[in-house]
């Protein structure tokens, strides 16, 4: 065939077609069935990919030739893609192994199966050369699978620095992991002589596939998937290689989860002295206060409007009668325990409000505003009184 072939195009974008649309509706599913039908679905790719690049080449003209094989393959990838931006490392990753098992648990059952041939006199009614599918094409072609998976982590993660959007990211990534498959798979596993027809082909197919395949699956993420995007984590490289253990992926976790922590204790202390400053400048003094055993907390700030030295109290726990004798009045501290007396402190949420004056630390009286505050944990259902006092003016 000299003369580009406008239906064997038809057919090769059919397939295209075809093939996403399998993929994005079993991974569309995984919200509804589980992650086991994604699994099951790029499973059951591994053995008909196989035969079919060996077996099936679709001509488009002199220069272009893909098999149906290579297109189910970069369906595969494109797979772990979305799977790992949507799900994360773990499940993409978790997709690789079990292809990489079965498909060698594969292997070697095809591997046994081959021994009865041509000695045994098992019927082999379609007259099958030992196995249809070579068993050294099918295993090196697993683990190169899972070498492109691995790759395909790195690259997203790597170009993810400099790029934003699925599409643009995708192109670029999956045009590299293909064609770094493409070339290892025919140079190397098929022994294919290398020349410049056979790069400039390989090229070709490769950016072909993956600009296809990142239209469609990009139409389908925009349109039809909710769940955003996982952040992509910076991996070293070695740490590709110890997924098997989980250790990078755990290392990573740790590392993520010691530098939230660092940002919150930051912003809490940030957000201590914040409120401190405020205090000060609005001449506010905080205070908690246990119905329950009437014992005050106080803190440096009151004591500060109180114009009392912690020394001169020792402790910031005080009795509900050692606070009245402290700081207010004798001939005011009747009036107080009444206002104290009429505030129902097992009522949660509720808010009240009393003007007193109080006796300051250096001998001085004046007038503060306290305002009280009820709250009922919601753990524990225990009433919490605290409050706010003022100095006037």
């Not at 072609?141 to 400099?162: A, C, E, M, P």
Request: glycine residues 6%.
């Amino acid at each position: 065939m000299d003369s580009f072939s406008s239906l064997n195009f038809a057919l090769l974008i059919s397939l295209y077609i075809s093939i996403a649309f399998f993929v994005s509706l079993i991974f569309k599913l995984r919200t509804k069935l589980g992650i086991g039908i994604l699994f099951a679905g790029i499973g059951a790719f591994q053995f008909l990919q196989t035969y079919l690049t060996n077996t099936i080449q679709i001509q488009i003209d002199s220069f272009l030739t893909i098999s149906p094989g290579t297109i189910l393959f970069n369906a595969s990838l494109f797979a772990v893609l979305i799977l790992f931006v949507k799900e994360g490392a773990a499940r993409a990753r978790s997709l690789l192994y079990a292809l990489l098992i079965t498909n060698l648990f594969l292997c070697a059952i095809q591997y046994f199966i081959g021994l009865s041939f041509p000695e045994s006199p098992m019927a082999n009614l379609f007259n099958t050369d030992s196995i249809a599918i070579g068993i050294k094409t099918f295993s090196l072609g697993t683990i190169l699978l899972f070498l492109d998976g691995l790759l395909v982590f790195f690259l997203y993660n790597q170009i993810s620095r400099k790029l934003n959007g699925f599409f643009k990211k995708a192109v670029i990534i999956m045009t590299l992991v293909f064609f770094f498959d493409a070339f290892v798979f025919l140079t190397v596993i098929q022994g294919v002589e290398l020349n410049s027809n056979f790069l400039n082909s390989t090229i070709l197919k490769a950016f072909l596939s993956s600009l296809i395949y990142s239209v469609l699956f990009a139409l389908y993420l925009k349109f039809f998937e909710k769940s955003k995007f996982v952040k992509g984590n910076s991996y070293s490289l070695s740490t590709y290689f110890s997924f098997l253990l989980y250790r990078g992926e755990l290392e990573n976790i740790q590392k993520k989860l010691a530098h939230q922590e660092k940002v919150f204790s930051d912003e809490l202390v940030a957000s201590e002295t914040r409120f401190q400053l405020a205090s000060e400048l609005a001449n506010l003094g905080y205070w908690q206060f246990n119905a329950q055993n009437k014992v005050f907390l106080l803190n440096d700030q009151l004591l500060k409007i109180y114009r009392t030295p912690l020394e001169s109290i020792g402790s910031y726990l005080l009795s509900i009668k050692d606070y009245i004798d402290q700081f207010i009045p004798k001939e005011e501290q009747a009036a107080f325990i009444s206002k104290l007396d009429s505030i129902d402190f097992g009522q949660a949420p509720s808010r009240s409000e009393i003007k007193h004056k109080v006796a300051f630390g250096d001998g001085s009286q004046g007038y503060v505003i306290t305002v009280i505050l009820t709250e009922k944990d919601s753990s524990t259902n225990e009433i919490k009184v605290h409050g706010i006092t003022r100095a006037t003016r």
